[in-house]
């Protein structure tokens, strides 16, 4: 899979490589990719079309994303990997690409980068050995990289002062992410128990955790209101539930298309900073 040596997978981990000095990665630490699971590609809902498909796929083949939307030739997306991996991307067709998650030193329940969304799949071990690893994001075309043999970004990362949904190490995982082999479970946020999210997830062929879920009273978000901006403070009082948010309830809004998805995103931005889980240890199985 990665192993042709002249293989753009196989180019850009050993150029990233070459960059990277530091102690290796703790074998028991994972990268994960965290995602919204009540969006949807091409009008299906999202794990419906992952589970007809079986793979994670970068934004360069579906067309979302959770970030910047510019993977396409010439784009934002298209010229940060070509700088981080000298090229090596330049003319690889799309389902060829990387596909982004973070490397979850902090063990956090809610995954690496809630930023990007509030479940996630955790991957194995075994993906490590072909992921690469910058920080800050790619977006702030870094300096500084990493990979599972060797590096250096978790020091920087924790010495950084970073808002807290900003201080994630970014992963690129170099081959095709196979749901069935490569992701040892899905852990979704406790508001999607007993929705169609549930019952979608357990289509796919992964374990199912849970983590204690994200809630956000409106009172609380209100005191917050200079974090990304009043009016999506008074977006998220309007789609609240009893005078609370959390993740299914910003996914119904952006269904109902009612609301640009770029202000929901904002909402969960404070849901995601002010509302996480205390006290989080592990996930629960389902």
């Not at 000095?21 to 703790?26: I, M």
């Not at 990362?157 to 994630?168: F, G, K, R, V, W």
């Not at 170099?174 to 929705?195: C, F, I, M, N």
Request: with cysteine; glycine share 10%; proline share 7%.
């Amino acid at each position: 899979m990665v192993d042709d040596p002249d293989s753009a997978h196989t180019q850009a981990l050993r150029h990233v490589a070459a960059l990277s000095t530091g102690p290796a990665v703790p074998p028991d630490l994972r990268v994960t990719l965290n995602f919204h699971p009540d969006r949807t590609v091409r009008e299906l809902p999202l794990l419906r079309a992952l589970a007809q498909d079986g793979f994670y796929r970068s934004q360069f083949v579906t067309g979302t994303s959770n970030g910047g939307l510019t993977a396409r030739p010439g784009g934002d997306r298209w010229r940060w990997e070509s700088r981080m991996f000298a090229g090596a991307y330049d003319t690889a067709p799309a389902h060829r690409r990387p596909v982004y998650g973070a490397l979850n030193f902090r063990r956090q329940v809610v995954g690496a980068a809630p930023r990007f969304g509030s479940s996630h799949f955790r991957l194995t071990g075994a993906t490590l050995a072909r992921a690469t690893f910058c920080y800050p994001d790619s977006a702030a075309e870094p300096d500084h990289f990493g990979v599972a043999a060797g590096m250096s970004l978790v020091a920087l990362a924790e010495a950084d002062t970073q808002d807290a949904l900003n201080d994630y190490i970014e992963a690129q995982v170099h081959g095709p992410v196979a749901l069935a082999r490569d992701v040892e479970a899905l852990v979704l946020d406790a508001s999607y128990r007993g929705t169609p999210v549930e019952k979608a997830a357990r289509t796919l062929p992964v374990p199912l955790e849970w983590h204690p879920g994200y809630r956000l009273s409106v009172g609380e978000l209100r005191r917050h209101v200079d974090y990304r901006g009043p009016e999506y403070v008074e977006l998220g009082a309007r789609i609240a539930e009893d005078g609370r948010l959390d993740p299914r309830i910003i996914g119904d809004a952006a269904r109902t298309g009612r609301h640009e998805l770029q202000h929901l995103k904002m909402v969960w931005h404070c849901l995601a900073r002010f509302g996480a889980p205390e006290g989080a240890g592990t996930a629960c199985s389902a």
